[in-house]
């Protein structure tokens, strides 16, 4: 008895559900055959009127869009030939700032091969060696950018003038014979392809000139400068970190 009460239920939500989905499709058909018809209506409408708008387009419709695509035609060149002219300035103002560069180059340069000929022409005795204090007093003399830098250089390269190339040629920082750039050696002269000197200062000298030749006019930065001495100065590898860290204590000569 209860199983024929629970196919009779069952049939019933059956019965229930069926009439539901069918009522509901219907309303879906009506709905979308509602829209597309008003889609259509309106598709037709505006059809109409675009063959409506074209049929009465006068020739000063054409000479109004003609001129408006000319318009934009012309600020495209005028747009492009101001970036050129820009370019052009750009280029000019390089060109100059090289060229003021390259002048106080020269002038530092000029200065620096001035003071070599001062002491050139100073007397020097032995009891007038370099020392911690006096290399660092000739550096700020010189306006160095870096010159805890270079005293460390003086003590790995010659332990401040001990070394026999410090000895015999007056070289302290290990600068290599040169032939390229303005230099205070001696010319065509060097020992074991080492630049000679007159003396300590202008080794000294040198070492700042050869900063100018390299980095020009305006101060690298210290990062910036120590790369370069790993990629032109030292031999050894990460030599211009190791004179980093070494400079830390030259400082206090300074």
């Known amino acids: 008895m209860k199983d024929v009460k629970m196919k009779?239920?069952?049939?019933?939500?059956?019965?229930?559900?069926?009439?539901t989905g069918e009522f509901l499709w219907k309303w879906i058909v009506i709905i979308s055959k509602f829209i597309?018809?008003?889609?259509?209506?309106?598709?037709?409408?505006?059809?109409?009127?675009?063959?409506?708008f074209a049929n009465g387009a006068t020739w000063i419709t054409v000479v109004i869009l003609g001129m408006l695509c000319f318009s934009i035609f012309l600020l495209v060149i005028v747009q492009d030939a101001r970036k050129m002219e820009m370019s052009a300035y750009t280029e000019q103002i390089d060109s100059l700032q090289y060229v003021i560069d390259s002048l106080k180059v020269d002038e530092q340069i000029n200065f620096l091969m001035l003071k070599a000929g001062e002491y050139a022409i100073t007397p020097h005795h032995e009891t007038n060696k370099i020392?911690?204090?006096?290399?660092?007093?000739?550096?700020?003399?010189?306006?160095?950018?870096?010159?805890?830098?270079i005293l460390a250089q003086l003590q790995v390269e010659s332990g401040f003038g001990e070394s026999d190339v410090a000895v015999n040629?007056?070289?302290?920082?290990?600068m290599r014979k040169t032939n390229s750039r303005?230099?205070?050696?001696?010319?065509?002269?060097?020992?074991?392809?080492?630049?000679?000197?007159?003396?300590?200062?202008?080794?000294?000298?040198?070492?700042?000139?050869w900063d100018y030749e390299i980095f020009g006019a305006k101060q690298p930065s210290r990062e910036t400068?120590?790369?370069?001495?790993?990629?032109?100065?030292g031999e050894a590898e990460g030599y211009g970190y190791s004179m980093d860290r070494y400079s830390k204590k030259y400082r206090k000569y300074l």
Do not use: H
Request: charged share 25%.
């Open 36 to 52: 597309w018809k008003k889609i259509v209506i309106f598709s037709k409408w505006l059809w109409g009127e675009f063959r409506e």
């Open 131 to 149: 020392t911690k204090d006096s290399a660092a007093s000739l550096l700020v003399d010189l306006g160095a950018w870096y010159p805890d830098i």
């Open 225 to 233: 400068y120590v790369e370069k001495l790993n990629a032109r100065y």
């Open 169 to 174: 040629s007056n070289n302290m920082l290990g």
């Open 182 to 209: 303005k230099t205070t050696q001696i010319k065509n002269t060097d020992y074991k392809g080492y630049g000679k000197y007159t003396n300590w200062e202008s080794c000294l000298i040198d070492r700042v000139m």
């Open 8 to 19: 009779e239920l069952l049939m019933q939500w059956k019965n229930t559900l069926v009439c």
